[in-house]
Structure formats: structure tokens, C-alpha cells
């Protein structure tokens, strides 16, 4: 398969955040970047409409020993001769022939300096948050006697329907959700280390799994 034949494509590469910094263009502007370390991937299924009802590509990442993944996964990459990989994940394509497993992908032949990408990953967890910082409710007096100060306030009605309606926003669990940040543009490839430089920021501290995918040219 030629090299650069992928970049028109929608299949994506597995990778890990290394943390941000800024570099300088030619008109002195500063230009806030975070580094990825993305690839090498290995190509571990294909699925067809023929045979699975979709067409996927599924990509491993990560080298582990054996001990450390399940006897299934054990099972599903020893079929096709691949070392274990700690990560597996599908993308969808259109046409699933160019490709064949084992084929190892990366950073190089999938991305383009220029090239604009959808980058997906987990938020920061920040653990158990009120309703102020959660969902920028506004605080209760402070003052003449009020015992409401950060509280909830009402959360429903009494008789009818007589319970707490789904959805409703309320103190818990802030951060820690999967985050699609779409259209970063990749400023810089640095194909001996396996980084890609992209403009802005993306979920996660650094060492973070994302998932890198590129966006199909018109």
C-alpha cells in the first residue's frame, strides 16, 4: 500500500497525551500545542458488510505481556499471529480492501501537516463536586438567617409525580467523560519518535488514551 494513501480516509490511530507546550511561527505569533505520542498501530480485524453487516477496520496499541490481557483477547489475536495489545478499538471505512491485517500503521502514513483531526479521549475526573462548580448554580444568601447557602434547593414536585425526575441536575461525579474535540489542526509530525504536534488542547492529563482520527478531505 502506497505511503500517504490513508490520510483520505476515516480510519484513526490509538495514542497518548505527553502534555502541551507552545512553539512560535514565522510571524513570531505564539501557538499553543499539545504533543501526542500516536502509533505504532497494528491492523487485528476486519470486518466486511458481507460477513459482520458493517465495514470496520479494528487497530491494536500497546504491547503487553500475555498475563496481562484476558484469555479471550489472547485467543482473538493469536488468530491472526499478533503480539497481545493492551488496546483494541473498531473505526468505521467505506471500502475495507485497501487494508490487511497486520498491516502496522503510522503517524507518517496517516496524518499531514495541515491536516485537521477529531480527537476524542476522557476528561480530567475532579471527583465529587457541588452543584456551584458542577452546573454553575447560583449560591443561596449568605445572610438573614438562611440555612440555604449552597444546597440544591427544590429538586421536584411533592404529590404528583412524587419523585425525582431523570436528568435532573444535582451534585456528583464532575469530569471523568469521554470529550470529542473536533478540528484540531496538526502542526508539526515528527515521524522518528511517533509525535504528532496538533494546535489547541485535548482531553485528559498527559499519558491519557485518545483516540486520533482524521478528518476526510472534501
Excluded at 483494541?88 to 487494508?99: A, Y
Amino acid at each position: 500500500m502506497p505511503i500517504g494513501s490513508l490520510r483520505n480516509t476515516s480510519l484513526g490511530l490509538l495514542g497518548n497525551k505527553i502534555g502541551m507546550t507552545q512553539l512560535f511561527d514565522d510571524a513570531g505569533n505564539i501557538i499553543p500545542v499539545t504533543l501526542l505520542k500516536v502509533g505504532p498501530c497494528v491492523i487485528t480485524q476486519i470486518k466486511t458488510t458481507l460477513k459482520d453487516g458493517y465495514n470496520a477496520i479494528q487497530v491494536g496499541y500497546g504491547t503487553v505481556p500475555e498475563r496481562s490481557i484476558t484469555k479471550a483477547q489472547v485467543g482473538h489475536l493469536k488468530k491472526s499471529y499478533i503480539q497481545p495489545l493492551k488496546y483494541l478499538k473498531e473505526f468505521r471505512v467505506d471500502d475495507p480492501s485497501q487494508f490487511s491485517i497486520g498491516q502496522i500503521l503510522t503517524v507518517e502514513t496517516s496524518f499531514a501537516v495541515g491536516q485537521l483531526i477529531n480527537v476524542t479521549g476522557k476528561s480530567i475526573g475532579k471527583g465529587f463536586s457541588g452543584l456551584q462548580k458542577r452546573w454553575n448554580f447560583t449560591r443561596g444568601p449568605m445572610t438573614h438567617g438562611s440555612k440555604n447557602h449552597r444546597g440544591p434547593g427544590s429538586i421536584g414536585m411533592g404529590t404528583s409525580p412524587g419523585r425525582v425526575l431523570p436528568g435532573k441536575k444535582m451534585a456528583g461525579q464532575l469530569g471523568n467523560k469521554t470529550k470529542n474535540i473536533k478540528k484540531l489542526k496538526v502542526v508539526s509530525i515528527v515521524g522518528h519518535e511517533d509525535m504528532l504536534i496538533v494546535k489547541g488542547a485535548v482531553p485528559g492529563k498527559p499519558g491519557n488514551l485518545l483516540s486520533i482520527i482524521p478528518v476526510p478531505s472534501k
